[in-house]
């Protein structure tokens, strides 16, 4: 317990000494403060309109303006990060939790099982990400909880290969052929000698499972297939905003800005934490 401990303390402070981790790390709280406490921070309700102050430029009343309806601009982009947040999270965690298993039993359970699974994923990992996450949405029809599950699917089989690499390396391991020589089973040799190694690379990689996720749903969103109207979504706050940019440049850019921040954030904090992961790098 006490290893255990001075190890993850070791990894926090390794973290904090990187910058852009902790600015990362500072966004994303901003984000979930936001997304959390909506009800709390908005100034307005975010379907709220106020017909005398439509395509109001930004002002001390609506730091970032009014839309078309005349709804405050801001409410709308802190209201959109519950969303964003919510689809990025339940995404990643559906992909992580099937993407694990699979990675394992492909990576160590031999080659007959290995190279059907395998054969199945570099078909899956043909389609390009955003198309096959249209293929989904447009099968299932438009909706956040369709795009929840266009995203996880999308993200699975990324999640399963990575895994499946790191197993093929921690096999070869000592302490995992002692184990094996030992008579342990594989379903212990993989649970408690194997499964803990990939922890790291699978943290990590969950980063960017996350920023894609935000990503596909802006752009699904975009399309009008994710959020669906009067839930404001920064995709689809961006598309409404393109129809006035010449004179209400705004509508666009802060959801806009808004993804831009959190995606780096994601990509400041996943760097950090792999750095931080890295024992080597540590020592060094």
Excluded: C
């Excluded at 402070?13 to 910058?19: K, V």
């Excluded at 500072?26 to 017909?51: F, T």
């Excluded at 002692?178 to 969950?206: D, E, W």
């Excluded at 979504?233 to 808004?258: D, E, K, V």
Aim: hydrophobic share 50%; proline share 6%.
């Amino acid at each position: 317990m006490a290893a255990s401990q001075s190890y993850y303390g070791k990894v926090a402070r390794r973290f904090l000494r990187s910058p852009l981790g902790v600015i990362g790390l500072v966004l994303l709280l901003v984000n979930i403060v936001g997304a959390v406490g909506y009800e709390v921070i908005a100034p307005y309700p975010y379907a709220e309109i106020h017909p005398r102050d439509i395509l109001h430029e930004p002002s001390q009343e609506y730091p970032f303006g009014t839309d078309n309806l005349g709804r405050d601009t801001l409410s709308r982009v802190i209201y959109g990060a519950r969303i964003s947040l919510g689809v990025m999270t339940i995404s990643t965690g559906l992909a992580l939790v099937v993407g694990v298993p699979v990675g394992l039993i492909s990576g160590y359970m031999g080659p007959l099982a290995d190279a059907l699974i395998m054969r199945i994923i570099d078909a899956w990992l043909a389609f390009p990400a955003l198309i096959l996450a249209l293929a989904i949405v447009a099968i299932l029809g438009p909706g956040l909880f369709n795009t929840m599950i266009a995203v996880a699917i999308v993200n699975m089989p990324r999640t399963a290969r990575l895994v499946r690499g790191e197993v093929l390396r921690l096999r070869e391991q000592e302490y995992v052929t002692a184990a094996r020589a030992l008579g342990a089973s594989k379903r212990r040799i993989l649970l408690r000698h194997i499964y803990p190694g990939t922890l790291g690379s699978t943290i990590v990689f969950a980063s960017l499972l996350a920023s894609q996720a935000i990503i596909t749903e802006s752009s699904l969103s975009f399309l009008g297939l994710g959020a669906q109207p009067p839930e404001p979504s920064w995709g689809s706050m961006i598309a409404m905003g393109t129809r006035y940019w010449n004179h209400a440049w705004w509508l666009s850019f802060f959801p806009g800005l808004a993804i831009f921040l959190t995606v780096f954030a994601l990509s400041f904090v996943g760097d950090a934490l792999r750095d931080a992961l890295d024992v080597r790098l540590g020592h060094n």
